[in-house]
């Protein structure tokens, strides 16, 4: 349901049905699913109380028959880059404005094939998207640290942030929290409309402040979907893209379908600039870490060298580049 994007409302009904079944005895589930009192129970309605009592019968519920049948690339063109993608350096967990656990986000990448994602919760002034203070921030650090210890060498959960570009270009972040994380997201959330002097003024100076890895849904647009279209903000691509050429600050490609950021244009002009790019899902629940076909096949289209885009590299190599510049 995540991976086609259906409502949140829907999404959100049977993540809730989940968390309500999931402590429960099997035999009280079956039992309820016997009797037909599920629906007793919090959280659990008609359609999801369908769902489980078909498993319980050992049927595969019609609804999963539906969205399985709709399994195979979201996009066409870009298999084979997409086949290179090691990893994606900006999604989000329940502990900002992501729909899941954090553990949950990493189980599905791993799942997904890859061998690193990047955790990249909102930071502080992005109250709307329950940003993190530092506070909660280092705990979420030792979290993931206890993720890791679990999950083997052939994956790891990175370190990370989607961190606001404030007005004067500076980043919504404690220097010193900013470097204890392994990647680093800089996006401007706020003030979209800025003149275009300006804007082009705080997004050179966020590229090239050491901690930026790299430069999240340039734009700001928006081109579809129930949040609305957005224009583009206005700023001097060539200047911002110079600068993230001479930095090794990477743009990134968002896979969004929403966004389709950069535009064509200006994903060309990084190209011929020199730029690294970065494909990112951006994905605020597990199903949107499949997002990244709709990336690989832009890149693609656009005629952009696998090598320069650093979610192919591996592991070690990216976090050399990420931190080549502290």
Same mark, same amino acid.
């Given at each position: 349901m995540e991976r086609q994007r259906e409502e949140t409302r829907r999404i959100e009904a049977f993540r809730k049905a989940a968390r309500t079944i999931l402590p429960l005895p099997?035999?009280?589930?079956?039992?309820?699913?016997?009797?037909?009192?599920?629906?007793?129970?919090?959280?659990?309605?008609p359609s999801t109380a369908a769902v489980i009592t078909d498993a319980c019968n050992g049927v595969v519920p019609e609804r999963l028959v539906r969205l399985e049948g709709t399994a195979g690339p979201l996009a066409q063109g870009g &298999?084979?880059?997409?086949?290179? /993608?090691?990893?994606?350096? @900006? $999604?989000h967990s329940d502990w900002s404005d992501g729909g899941s656990p954090?553990?949950?986000?990493?189980?599905?990448?791993? &799942?997904?094939?890859?061998?690193? /994602?990047?955790?990249?919760? @909102? $930071?502080?002034?992005?109250?709307?998207?329950n940003g993190l203070s530092a506070e909660r921030l280092a705990r979420q650090l030792g979290v993931v640290d206890a993720v890791n210890e679990h999950l083997g060498d052939s994956f790891t959960l990175l370190k990370g942030i989607e961190v606001d570009i404030l007005d004067d270009g500076s980043l919504d972040q404690t220097p010193e929290m900013l470097g204890r994380l392994d990647v680093r997201v800089a996006s401007v959330h706020s003030k979209l409309k800025m003149d275009a002097a300006l804007m082009t003024r705080r997004m050179v100076a966020a590229v090239r402040n050491p901690h930026t890895n790299v430069l999240g849904h340039c734009t700001g647009r928006l081109?579809?979907?129930?949040?609305?279209?957005?224009?583009?903000?206005?700023?001097?691509?060539?200047?911002?893209?110079?600068?993230?050429?001479?930095?090794?600050?990477?743009?990134e490609i968002n896979s969004r379908p929403e966004r389709r950021d950069p535009p064509t244009r200006l994903l060309e002009l990084a190209r011929d600039l020199g730029c690294l790019f970065s494909i990112d899902s951006d994905a605020h629940a597990p199903g949107q870490l499949d997002m990244l076909d709709y990336g690989a096949a832009r890149?693609?289209?656009?005629?952009?060298?696998?090598?320069?885009?650093v979610t192919t590299w591996e592991r070690d190599r990216l976090l050399e580049w990420a931190s080549a510049r502290l």
């Open positions: 099997e035999e009280e589930v079956r039992r309820r699913a016997a009797d037909g009192t599920l629906t007793e129970l919090p959280g659990i309605g &298999e084979e880059l997409r086949a290179r /993608l090691r990893g994606d350096l @900006h $999604s954090l553990e949950e986000m990493a189980m599905t990448a791993m &799942e997904l094939g890859h061998d690193y /994602l990047v955790l990249t919760d @909102h $930071s502080p002034r992005l109250r709307v998207a081109v579809t979907g129930n949040r609305g279209v957005r224009p583009q903000s206005q700023f001097d691509a060539k200047a911002v893209f110079t600068a993230c050429a001479e930095e090794g600050v990477a743009v890149a693609t289209e656009a005629g952009i060298e696998p090598d320069r885009i």
